[in-house]
């Protein structure tokens, strides 16, 4: 397997505009996760899916964040409209279904996005 | 969640072993502590994972006292490959409550 493939790696984008962030995760894996890394906060852990169900959105910041899952390959996090802020390094990670619990999670390299 | 506290950063000169403690002083019964590794500009990757006593795979050791308060990653003969954050995270697995990150150990490895 390929691991947790994400795309794109670098989004440059300006102020107010549309960014949808994508990721592919590990065939197999009941869980996937979108984290948030800056300086400042360290990684977030923004929302979690579990069997392409949102278990937990509590994490994100605001409203101009969504993130769906609309199979088990494929889930979108989408920012409208962009602020600098929200300039981070975003990542997604997936986690195989072990007992019941959540054991290791994989993660993907990460898209490094640039509000200006 | 149970909260963990990690030093900010060591440094090390490589080929000498490395020990990063963490403390976990509220961990529930059925917590287990995962530990994870991130370089600069990567994911963070899974190292090791112990509930007590002693868990060691090929990369790394980890150490539970009997009160689990506390647990240490130990890697044997760091080399400058090494110089990554590593976190140490607390939880049951359940409700992805195991996936908080802390602030994490930044390990610089010197030559």
């Known amino acids: 397997d390929a691991g947790v493939i994400q795309s794109p790696r670098h989004e440059v984008t300006e102020m107010g505009q549309e960014v949808t962030l994508r990721c592919k995760p590990i065939s197999g894996h009941d869980y996937l996760f979108w984290y948030r890394q800056t300086m400042m906060r360290g990684l977030e852990l923004l929302i979690y899916f579990n069997n392409n169900v949102p278990i937990d959105d509590s994490g994100m910041p605001e409203d101009r964040f969504s993130a769906k899952m609309p199979n088990a390959s494929f889930s979108t996090l989408k920012i409208q409209p962009s602020e600098p802020r929200d300039s981070a390094v975003y990542f997604c990670?997936?986690?195989?279904?072990?007992?019941?619990?959540?054991?290791?999670?994989?993660f993907g390299q990460g898209t490094r996005l640039t509000v200006v | 969640l149970a909260k963990t506290t990690q030093p900010i950063s060591m440094d090390s000169y490589e080929g000498q072993e490395v020990n990063i403690t963490c403390s976990h002083n509220n961990i529930a019964t059925n917590d287990y502590i995962t530990w994870y590794q991130q370089f600069p500009s990567q994911g963070p990757r899974f190292i090791i994972q112990?509930?007590?006593t002693k868990v060691t795979n090929e990369v790394a050791s980890l150490f539970i006292p009997a009160d689990r308060k506390s647990s240490t990653l130990s890697l044997p003969r760091v080399s400058l490959s090494d110089t990554a954050v590593y976190y140490c995270?607390?939880?049951?697995?359940?409700?992805?409550?195991?996936?908080?990150f802390g602030t994490g150990t930044r390990l610089t490895v010197i030559p």
């Open positions: 112990g509930y007590k």
């Open positions: 990670a997936s986690s195989p279904h072990r007992d019941r619990t959540i054991s290791e999670a994989f």
């Open positions: 995270l607390v939880g049951d697995g359940r409700g992805a409550n195991n996936l908080f």
